[in-house]
């Protein structure tokens, strides 16, 4: 309901693993983004020496918004993230 700050902080098991993290409009369902059709406000899926990012969303309007996550692999993996809103003075 405010506007602000985004950050999602976003750590994962294995480095060996490629992960993407994005943050999206609501319209960003799973068959959507299978079919390339979302539109990201920030997304990160390069590769990382370490299992951490963070993604930064400046002056963020209110409304709905979806993380989204994907592993490239090579192999399986479990994840968590936490997201914040600094909200605009």
Known sequence: TRTGTLTVQ???TSAQNRMSIGVA???CTVEAYQNFNCSFLVQDATPSA???KTLTV???AAGTYVVIVDNFGPGD???NYVVTLTPTS
């Open 77 to 79: 993996e479990s994840y």
């Open 58 to 60: 400046a002056n963020l």
């Open 25 to 27: 409009n609501s319209s």
């Open 50 to 52: 370490t299992p951490v």
């Open 10 to 12: 976003f750590a994962w």
